[in-house]
C-alpha cells in the first residue's frame, strides 16, 4: 500500500516561510498525481487542495495560495514539496499530502484522492 510520510511544519512570523515535505513509499512520485491540502482548526479539512502536481509535472494552485506557495517534487529522493513564502495567519492549519495513482490528469479535488499522509501543523502568527 502506498505510504506518505509528512515532515516540516512549524510556526512562523507573518510573512515567513516554511517549506513541507511528503515522502512516498510503494509508489513513485513521479508517476502519481499529489496535491496538499489543509484544514484550519475548528474547521473540516478544506474540499480543494491548495496546491497540486500531476504526473507530467503539471501544477494547479489555488487562488488564496497562487503566487506564494509552490508545489514541486524530487524524483531522486521520491519526496513531494510545498514551499510555502509570505505566510499569512489564514494559512495556519493542519496540512496534508495526498496521493492518486493510475491517473496522469490533475485534480485538486479532496474526494479523488485515495491515499494520505498523517499532516503536518503549520501556524504563521501576526
Known amino acids: 500500500q502506498v505510504q506518505l510520510v509528512e515532515s516540516g511544519g512549524g510556526s512562523v512570523e507573518a510573512g515567513g516561510s516554511l517549506r513541507l515535505s511528503c515522502g512516498l513509499s510503494?509508489?513513485?512520485?513521479?508517476?502519481?498525481?499529489m496535491a496538499w491540502f489543509r484544514q484550519a482548526p475548528g474547521k473540516e479539512r478544506e474540499r480543494e487542495g491548495v496546491?497540486?502536481?500531476?504526473?507530467?509535472?503539471?501544477?494547479s494552485y489555488a487562488d488564496s495560495v497562487r503566487g506564494r506557495f509552490t508545489i514541486s517534487r524530487d524524483n531522486d529522493k521520491n519526496t513531494l514539496y510545498l514551499q510555502m513564502n509570505s505566510l499569512k495567519p489564514e494559512d495556519s492549519a493542519m496540512y496534508y499530502c495526498?496521493?492518486?495513482?493510475?491517473?496522469?490528469?490533475?485534480?485538486?479535488?479532496?474526494?479523488?484522492?485515495?491515499?494520505w499522509g498523517q499532516g503536518n501543523q503549520v501556524t504563521g502568527s501576526s
Open positions: 510503494r509508489y513513485h512520485v513521479s508517476s502519481a498525481s
Open positions: 496546491a497540486s502536481i500531476s504526473s507530467s509535472g503539471f501544477t
Open positions: 495526498a496521493a492518486r495513482t493510475g491517473t496522469s490528469t490533475i485534480s485538486r479535488s479532496a474526494s479523488t484522492y485515495l491515499y
